[in-house]
């Protein structure tokens, strides 16, 4: 069947050979090949019509849809002696890091 090419990809009629189908061109491409290729976008038919699909937006039931992550009121913040600290509505609630990295990842521990 005689095919434009959509989106450029290499094929076997016969298993032993190899063609390469380059994007805008038009090629003769098994007829069992056809609609897969068709259905992922690859080729189109020539004298095919050009149909858009229509979008519909589906939604999860409210017992399927993903839970929101609980909030964490933990920031990290800097001591008078240069060390950082996890801190929770302005107080400290870890030992001193040296650095700030440290106690970003200390902030789910402490």
Known sequence: MRCI????????????DQHWASSG????????MVPGLEREGYVRPVGKAV???????????PENQAMTAPQ???SVGKGPKGLWFVMQDGARVS???NSAEAAQAAIYDA
């Open 95 to 97: 030992r001193g890091f």
């Open 51 to 61: 149909v858009s699909p229509e979008r519909k937006v589906i939604t999860a039931a």
């Open 72 to 74: 964490n009121k933990r």
């Open 25 to 32: 061109t038009e090629h003769e491409i098994p007829d069992g």
């Open 5 to 16: 090419i959509l989106r450029s990809f290499s094929y076997s009629t016969t298993g032993l």
